[in-house]
Each structure stands twice: as C-alpha cells, then as structure tokens.
C-alpha cells in the first residue's frame, strides 16, 4: 500500500521568506501528485497537481512543486510567502491499484506566517 | 453555490446511535469519494462511488458503516452503533473520472461528535 510522508508538521515564517514543504511517497507505479490547502474555516482545495509532462508544475498564489521521481518526492514551494499563506498544507497521490487510483493523503503541514 | 455540499454540518450524537449523512456532489461530477479526518491527520479515504457503483472500500471501513449512492447523484454514509471513536470530520469530494485527472472537489464537511 502506499503512503505520504509530510515531514513538516508545523512551520512558522515571517511574510516574505521562502517556503519548502517536503513530501515523501512510497509506491513504486503510476502515481498522479496533489497538494491541497485549506485556509482556515474553509474547505480544502486544490493548490496544483502532477500528472506527466515538465516536472515543476505551477499553481495557484505563486505555488510550484516539483516532482523527482528517483527521490520519490513532490516538494511545494514558495519564494516569497504572505500572511495570506497561513493554512493547513497536504500533499496527496493517486496510485493506481488494480485499475482504480485510491488517494492518499499526507497528514499536513500547518503553516503561520507572521506579518 | 455549485460546491460540495453535505449535511449535516455539525452532529453529536450519543454512542451506540445510528446516524446519517448526506453528501450533494457537483452536478457533472461522476465519482464521489467519502473521507474521514481526525485533528492533526490528513483526510483518510473510506470509500468511492463511480455513478452509482461502488467501487472501492477500505480495509479499514468497519462493517458499521455503509454508503450509498442509489441514483448516482447524491451519497449517504451512515454510521450504525456509533462509538467514541468515530467522532470525525467527515469530508466528502467529487470528481470526473473521464481521464486520469481526478482532481477532487471537496465539501465542507460534517463534523460528527459521539458522547
């Protein structure tokens, strides 16, 4: 079965700095890779996937991740984070198993960023 | 509003009770996926629909609980004799599964607490 590793579980920054979110996966086939935010009191959304094609994808509020598949790792991240950008972070996969791709999440990163 | 919906949003309940929930996906949306979420955990996925089959349940789903989807539209979760240890955000989400791009909308949950 696979897994999702966040190893980030809380991080705090000053507006400004930049951010890394680590994920870590485990299986070995075809995986389609999300990260999704929830904003505080608001639902999760999607903040940008990877399905094949240019590793570094780019999402929504200057996110980007990129996918290396030797690492096994999908890492978010951000040159610049604002106030705005405090939230719960969750890295998710899709991995094909026996013909369906059953979704996986990591267990979140909750980030504060101080004005 | 063309979101998720689900309902209740909040619901306690007295152990050993049955409860229902409801989940209303986006309209055009054929998959629909029940996730449940404890504080500090990611969303742990329970079980999927594809229209109105059922097509993945997880090992981890007690014989407690079942979902239905009778028209492929709307899904319910109920959870029969709850226990202490049900007492979770329920989330629901929707996708298209035309492709490989299942990216899910997710609902704003349903928050159970059992005393």
């Known amino acids: 079965a696979q897994s999702v590793s966040q190893h980030n579980h809380h991080v705090i920054l000053s507006e400004a700095a930049s951010l890394e979110l680590g994920c870590n996966y485990s299986?070995?086939?075809?995986?389609?890779l999300f990260w999704y935010v929830q904003y505080p009191g608001q639902h999760l959304q999607l903040l940008l996937k990877y399905f094949s094609g240019d590793p570094l994808v780019k999402g929504i509020k200057g996110f980007e991740a990129e996918f290396i598949k030797s690492k096994f790792s999908f890492n978010l991240r951000k040159p610049s984070v604002q106030w705005s950008d405090t939230a719960e972070y969750f890295c998710?996969?899709?991995?094909?198993?026996?013909?369906?791709?059953?979704?996986?999440f990591g267990r979140g990163t909750s980030l504060i960023v101080h004005p | 509003d063309t979101g998720v919906s689900q309902n209740p949003r909040h619901k306690i309940t007295k152990r050993g009770q049955n409860v229902t929930f409801r989940c209303d996906p986006i309209s055009e949306h054929n998959r629909l996926y029940w996730y449940r979420q404890t504080l500090g955990q990611g969303p742990e996925f329970l079980t999927y629909f594809q229209n109105e089959a059922q097509l993945e349940k997880s090992r981890l789903l007690s014989d407690r609980f079942s979902a239905e989807r009778p028209k492929g539209s709307f899904s319910t979760l109920e959870i029969q004799r709850t226990e202490q240890g049900d007492s979770a955000m329920y989330l629901c989400?929707?996708?298209?599964?035309?492709?490989?791009?299942?990216?899910?909308?997710f609902g704003p949950g349903t928050r159970l607490t059992v005393t």
């Open positions: 998710a996969v899709n991995a094909q198993a026996g013909g369906s791709y059953i979704p996986t």
């Open positions: 989400a929707s996708s298209f599964a035309g492709t490989q791009l299942y990216e899910q909308y």
């Open positions: 299986y070995g086939g075809t995986v389609n």
